[in-house]
């Protein structure tokens, strides 16, 4: 079956800080993987997504097949990084469906 | 720009009312998807639909259903609404060969 596990519920780092949200997935095939982002008082959005192979935000996620996982890391968080985490899978098995994890909430202390 | 608006942002129902969350999408998108968002479980899929007309079970369908008549409105529908739905619900779109959802602003449910 698919799924999606975020480990971390909480994660507080300070300002300036490297900073790494993890992700794993279980799924036999290749999947798309993303991250999306929700501030506070905004709508969910994505962030990212593993076949861009792109930075945004300061943020890179890369898609480790062997270990199944699809970490986001950025080196220097930044307050405005604050914020709801979702890593989410889709796959052509599952139709256009998505797969969202239990979310990582970010918290980037002064 | 691709914009998901839903009805309400605020919404206090009492238990066994029938309940409407309505949901549209501007971008031509094939496919709605309902999910309601709890603390500590993420988004859970109520229901989607890939086209008008076409509905498809979630993994909590229970206690709700949905309606597309038009391919830009999805609604969902709470039959009789328990205290165990209050919640936030999200409301979703995509379309094209993207997997990428588009999302509305939500809608919080209070149900007392």
């Known amino acids: 079956a698919q799924r999606v596990t975020q480990p971390e519920k909480l994660l507080s780092v300070f300002k300036g800080a490297p900073v790494e949200l993890k992700c794993n997935y279980s799924y036999s095939g290749s999947p798309e993987l993303f991250w999306y982002v929700q501030y506070s008082r905004q709508r969910l959005q994505l962030l990212l997504r593993?076949?861009s192979r792109e930075s945004i935000k300061g943020f890179t996620a890369d898609l480790n097949k062997g270990e199944t996982s699809f970490h986001l890391k950025k080196p220097f968080a930044q307050e405005e990084d604050s914020a709801m985490y979702y890593c989410a899978l889709s796959a052509p098995s599952g139709g256009f469906k998505t797969i969202f994890g239990a979310g990582t909430r970010l918290f980037v202390k002064a | 720009d691709v914009k998901v608006t839903q009805s309400s942002r605020y919404l206090v129902k009492r238990t066994g009312e029938k309940v409407f969350l309505e949901c549209v999408q501007d971008m031509d998108h094939e496919n709605m998807f309902w999910y309601r968002q709890d603390p500590g479980l993420g988004l859970r899929l109520i229901y989607f639909s890939y086209d008008v007309k076409m509905k498809e079970k979630g993994d909590i369908p229970e206690g709700y259903s949905v309606s597309r008549e038009k391919k830009e409105r999805f609604s969902l529908i709470l039959e009789s609404a328990s205290t165990n739905q209050t919640s936030m619900y999200l409301c979703?779109?995509?379309?094209?060969?993207?997997?990428?959802?588009?999302f509305g602003p939500g809608t919080r449910l209070t149900v007392t």
């Open positions: 979703a779109s995509s379309g094209g060969k993207s997997y990428e959802q588009y």
């Open positions: 593993h076949i």
